[in-house]
């Protein structure tokens, strides 16, 4: 997948950002968030972009500052500006460092759309001129579906699951041609990447991921094989072992899942099976912990963050719906109207006064 970087200063910005833009079909994934140019920089290393969407107005190193250092040290990332300042300097900032387009804000889902499809055609370009072929794209193409399918089998508990997953996936690259250590090189990068991500959202500590790895396991698809077998499923066993043998539920563990969960259809079955114990236990002592139950707290949290949204007037209630979790505005519409009691035009109506 090409990787996507969103440098702001501003939370519900990043937030549009990743909910507008058409990753999947894109063949793109956003590896990481920044809110100024100096945190941004520190991470460039480590998580190698391929594309960065930067701010322009942010305190420390601000977007000018950041286009400039990214251009003289990383000139292959294709960059995106977004700004809420139609400023003609920022502009010339934007065309001198050869940034690929600039938006305005309130960012128009079809134009981010579009700027991201061009940067990926200028990174398809570049590649060819080398004589690569778009080899990493095709790589990151065969890697996706797999990718969301250990998600899935990480998150429901599923060892077996993610074994044979594994295993699938390593047959048909093999098949596909990808066996050579700088194609492996790039399998074990995101693979790693994903797992990463899986132990953030489950409370685990993500930091030995970072410990650098011999280059032998890179050499053939059966050392790449056992190298990522062996990190998932060491990974999954801890969750397993953290959870099924503690002596006492952690209600704090299920909330904080919950809260990094919010804009998925997670249900009391799927937190209960994923915390190893029924779904009547789990729905009794979660609701004397917290005076709601499971779904009645999913719901909170997303009315909460809703509403924090739809104080700026700049987000469209369109994409506050999506960021919540809600495709159908209508509905969403009628389930915060419910829950506050007044519409959201209204309520940002009032507010304003």
């Known amino acids: 997948m090409l990787k996507v970087f969103i440098v702001d200063d501003e939370s519900w910005a990043r937030d549009i950002i990743k909910a507008f833009g058409e990753w999947e079909s894109l063949g793109m994934e956003i590896v990481g968030e920044a809110e100024d140019g100096t945190e941004a920089l520190r991470m460039m290393e480590v998580l190698q972009p391929h594309i960065v969407i930067t701010d322009m107005r942010m305190p420390g190193t601000d977007g000018a500052a950041l286009l400039q250092q990214l251009n003289d040290q990383f000139p292959a990332i294709k960059t995106i500006v977004v700004s809420g300042y139609d400023d003609f300097q920022y502009a010339k900032h934007a065309l001198r460092f050869k940034a690929m387009d600039y938006l305005l804000k309130p960012v128009d889902p079809k134009e981010l759309n579009t700027a991201l499809q061009n940067c990926k055609s200028g990174l398809e370009a570049a590649q060819m001129e080398r004589g690569t072929l778009s080899l990493d794209l095709d790589i990151s193409y065969t890697l996706a579906s797999y990718k969301k ?5 990480f998150n429901e508990l599923n ?5 044979t997953t594994l295993d699938q996936m390593m047959k048909e690259l093999e098949q596909s041609g990808i066996t050579k250590a700088v194609m492996l090189e790039q399998v074990v990068q ?5 797992l990463k991500e899986l132990m953030n959202a489950n409370s685990q500590d993500s930091d030995s991921l970072h410990a650098p790895y011999g280059h032998e396991i890179t050499q053939s698809g059966e050392n790449t094989a056992a190298f990522l077998t062996h990190h998932y499923v060491t990974t999954l066993e801890q ?3 953290q959870r099924k043998f503690k002596n006492k539920l952690n209600l704090d563990e299920v909330r904080l899942y919950m809260e990094k969960h919010y804009t998925e259809p997670v249900t009391l079955e799927q937190l209960a099976r994923a915390f190893f114990v029924s779904k009547e236990y789990l729905s009794k ?7 709601r139950n499971v779904t009645d707290y999913m719901l909170h949290l997303r009315m909460v963050k809703a509403k924090e949204w ?3 007037e700049s987000i469209p209630i369109k994409a506050i719906a999506e960021m919540a979790g809600y495709e159908d505005i209508t509905y969403f519409y009628r389930v915060f109207k419910k829950h506050f009691g007044i519409a959201p035009g209204e309520m940002r109506k009032s507010s304003e006064v």
């Open 285 to 291: 002592v979660f609701k004397q912990e917290y005076g």
């Open 149 to 153: 399918l250990l998600k899935l089998r």
């Open 239 to 241: 969750l397993i072992q």
């Open 190 to 194: 995101e693979l790693l990447l994903l």
């Open 159 to 163: 060892t077996d699951g993610v074994k």
């Open 310 to 312: 739809l104080m700026d």
